[in-house]
């Protein structure tokens, strides 16, 4: 019998692991700042620990720029990361890797989404799994943007945002999957 190739899920973090916060004195919807902002998204540790019964490893590639807007610090970033690991392994999952981008989108880095630095770091860390049965999970128009162009199937999260599909349409930008959160994503995939 032909074994199945193993896939490396690549997941966005913010809005696909974790909830996003509002800042009270601006109104805006951002990362948290600090491990005391951090929820889980529901069932979403749980959907890592499906994904990784299934054979499949889990690594998570994020920007994550508000120390260098200076709205916290980078330990205050490391410490919410932490968090999240720490809240996906209590449940069971497990999280192969992490790559996280601190840069903001003015400086042109390579590793920030929709450039596929990231992505490419997170398969080299970990070998063996195959792009072709590989997935990246995202809830904003860079991540699938990185994702397709990286060659890897696609899912974007979209339950709350009609407008981003619209652009997303518009821009020739079809995700191979849209699903409504992390678990029902999973669904989908396995």
């Known amino acids: 019998m032909k074994r199945k190739p193993r896939g490396l899920i690549l997941l966005d973090r913010d809005g696909v692991l974790n909830q996003l916060v509002i800042d009270p004195e601006q109104g805006t919807v951002d990362s948290p700042m600090v491990p005391r902002q951090v929820q889980m998204v529901p069932k979403a540790a749980e959907a890592v620990r499906r994904l990784n019964r299934a054979g499949y490893g889990v690594a998570i590639v994020s920007n ?65 799994y195959e792009r072709r049965a590989s997935w990246l999970i995202g809830d ?13 199937k696609t899912v974007f999260l979209a339950a709350h945002k009609c407008d981003t599909c619209q652009v997303a349409l518009r821009r020739h930008l079809r995700p191979t999957l849209w699903a409504d959160d ?3 994503a999973v669904d989908k995939i396995l």
Do not use: M, Y
Request: hydrophobic share 30%.
């Open 64 to 128: 994550q720029p508000s120390a260098a807007k200076r709205k916290t610090t980078l330990k205050n970033l490391h410490a919410v990361h932490k968090r999240i690991l720490n809240l996906i392994r209590k449940r069971g999952g497990e999280i192969l890797s992490s790559h996280l981008c601190f840069h903001k989108a003015e400086d042109r880095c390579s590793c920030r989404k929709p450039r596929t630095g990231l992505l490419k770091e997170a398969f080299r860390q970990n070998p063996g």
């Open 140 to 152: 904003n128009l860079p991540d699938i943007q990185a994702g397709k162009t990286i060659g890897v």
């Open 182 to 184: 992390l678990w029902r």
